[in-house]
């Protein structure tokens, strides 16, 4: 499965931001991590593709919404009150399965290039 993300740029702090992930298949879940310049990347969110509720981590709760467009293959995250520490490069992943702990990177098979969000103060 590959993945290609996009949707990335420049926002003002405060602002919102859609990124959107185009899968070219199914798997059993997809997530967003990001990646700040000189910190480890982090858990964003991860949604099945059919069913069930999102899972979203405390650096995005209540700013972020996960959705899937089953035809088109595509996961989008939208982000609101963006603030500088969002600052970082957003990355798609799927997982071909439940892995138990979908928060893990190590849950996830396939990974898209990042797309990069800044967000000015």
């Known amino acids: 499965v590959q993945l290609q993300a996009s949707g990335g740029g420049l926002v003002q702090a405060g602002g919102s931001l859609t990124l959107a992930c185009a899968a070219s298949g199914y798997t059993y879940a997809v997530a967003w991590f990001r990646q700040a310049p000189g910190k480890e990347r982090e858990f964003v969110v991860t949604?099945?593709?059919?069913?069930?509720?999102?899972y979203i981590g405390d650096s995005m709760k209540g700013r972020s919404t996960i959705s899937t467009d089953n035809a088109k293959h595509t996961v989008y995250l939208r982000m609101n009150s963006l603030k500088p520490e969002d600052m970082a490069v957003y990355y798609c992943a799927a997982s071909s399965g439940d892995r138990g702990r979908m928060q893990a990177e190590t849950s996830y098979d396939y990974w898209g290039q990042g797309t990069k969000v800044t967000v000015s103060s």
């Open positions: 949604k099945t593709w059919f069913f069930g509720e999102p």
